[in-house]
């Protein structure tokens, strides 16, 4: 795989990164860890405006479905040592370099969330890191998972008048990693935990329950699902632990995942990951902020009937991945946090 790289921002503690579709276009949101910036970018990566200037610790930010350019995000987030006061915010584009920030809900230690769709209804999941802290790397309250239906219209919501969470799962230890999976055309939640990874299905109706789903006891950081070697079963591609530096696939073997395949060498706090298609060829893309800082795509060979591992990039330190068709081409966005640094890659299978 070729990767031609082009720098189009340089964001201190660059994070976040989330498609958005405003104004009849689709364009790039990036945001940061830390007090700093999110920007809006086009699809060729020119920056198009600044959504605002702070206060930043955004973990997450996903467009509300129907609306022009409207999103939530997570704000004050900071780190697992700084998030008592995060929450969720409504974010409202007014005119250029304007776009309204109000508060949909206060969650403490919110870390991922979405918007997933079932029978027409849209749900939103929010998951929390931790529970409660007193002191730094304090773990002794674990992680909760909450949802909520989440109204068509949220002009309603702001400080004084937020939405209602409910706790789903609890007990939750070092609840860090989310990932989006459509499973027989069904939006789902891949959850990962000290516990294990977790599947969410939404209710069939507002008035039902979660579907809650263990797919492996594994401590994990983050996880995907991804059929990459094309039978028809999905894959289990997993970081662990928290934070750590293994990178692990899993196939499904009489109704249990089972280990099928580990990268080569460790990759100090493994973090980004994203799965899908590159080039007709199903991709897991993951980085890692330590060490070697690489960004690495993981595909199956069909020949040889293995996974093998490429580089694509070298000492950036990658937090999160993006990837999307645009022109005929396959484009990654990668926030490259330990250098500071917003990365667009055009892929090509060689």
């Known amino acids: 795989m070729k990767a031609v790289k082009k720098v189009i921002s340089n964001l201190t503690k660059c994070y976040s990164i989330a498609p958005l579709h405003y104004q009849g276009k689709d364009h790039i949101l990036v945001a940061a860890e830390k007090v700093d910036r999110c920007l809006l970018f086009d699809l060729d990566g020119n920056q198009e405006d600044t959504v605002w200037e702070q206060p930043g610790g955004v973990m997450t930010m996903q467009q509300v479905p129907g609306t022009d350019g409207q999103f939530l995000a997570t704000h004050k987030f900071y780190s697992p040592n700084d998030s008592k006061d ?20 206060d969650l403490p230690f919110v870390h991922r969330f979405d918007i997933l769709e079932r029978n027409g209804v849209h749900y939103l999941i929010a998951c929390c890191l931790k529970s409660g802290h007193e002191f730094k790397d304090d773990w002794s309250s674990p992680g909760r998972v909450f949802a909520a239906v989440l109204p068509e219209d949220l002009s309603s919501f702001d400080e004084e008048h937020q939405l209602e969470m409910k706790v789903i799962k609890d007990q939750m230890l070092k609840n860090h990693g989310y990932y989006r999976v459509k499973e027989n055309g069904q939006d789902t939640s891949v959850v990962s935990c000290e516990n294990g990874i977790y599947q969410f299905i939404p209710p069939a109706s507002p008035e039902g ?23 028809g079963e999905k894959e289990l591609a997993v970081l662990a632990p928290f934070h750590g530096e293994k990178i692990d696939f899993y196939k499904k073997k009489d109704g249990r995942f089972e280990h099928v395949y580990s990268y080569g060498k460790d990759a100090e706090f493994v973090h980004a990951i994203w799965g899908g298609d590159i080039g007709g060829v199903p991709t897991v893309i993951i980085g890692h902020r330590k060490g070697d800082r690489d960004l690495l795509a993981f595909t199956y060979d069909q020949e040889k009937q293995e996974y093998r591992a490429e580089r694509l990039d ?11 068709k645009y022109d005929g081409k396959d484009i990654l966005i990668a926030t490259n946090r330990e250098i500071d640094e917003v990365a667009r890659y055009e892929l090509e299978m060689e």
């Open 86 to 105: 995060a929450k969720i915010v409504i974010v409202t584009p007014k005119s250029k370099g304007n776009w309204e920030v109000r508060t949909l809900t």
């Open 209 to 231: 329950e979660w579907e809650i789903i263990q797919l492996l006891d594994t401590p994990a950081s983050d996880a995907l699902l991804l059929d990459m070697d094309g039978d």
């Open 314 to 324: 070298h000492d950036c330190g990658p937090a999160n991945a993006y990837a999307y």
